[in-house]
């Protein structure tokens, strides 16, 4: 089982900053990639970005590509998500889930373990 935390959503103007954090306990990192999604108010959950268990490999959905950026530090057990340029379409519940695979995916019915979210709201 991994537990998964996610911190760091808030209120921020558009064009604004979040970094948004993700802390994982119980098994073994090891061999997990990681991903963000989020969902926002009547909307299905999406697809964001996710990082490959070495961070070696990172993916994002069109509409963050070049405004945000997702790493992990594995010692730490902790994935991240700098979120830059933020616009009010950005606003959402962010959610970080966890899937043993060796390859990266996309998909969020694929994910075994998720986080309880976290909020993000842009002002225009």
């Known amino acids: 089982q991994v537990q998964l935390v996610e911190s760091g959503g808030g209120l921020v103007q558009a064009g604004g900053s979040l970094r948004l954090s993700c802390a994982a306990s119980?098994?073994?990192?090891?061999?997990?990639?990681m991903g963000w999604f989020r969902q926002a108010p009547g909307k299905e959950r999406e697809f964001v970005a996710v990082?490959?268990?070495?961070?070696?490999?990172?993916y994002y959905t069109d509409s963050v590509k070049g405004r945000f950026t997702i790493s992990r530090d594995n010692a730490k057990n902790t994935v991240y998500l700098r979120m830059d340029s933020l616009k009010p379409e950005d606003t959402a519940v962010y959610y970080c889930a966890a899937l043993r695979s060796a390859v990266v995916n996309t998909s969020p019915t694929t994910y075994a373990y998720w986080g309880q979210g976290t909020q993000v709201t842009v002002s225009s």
């Open positions: 990082i490959s268990w070495s961070g070696g490999s990172a």
């Open positions: 119980g098994r073994t990192f090891s061999g997990y990639i």
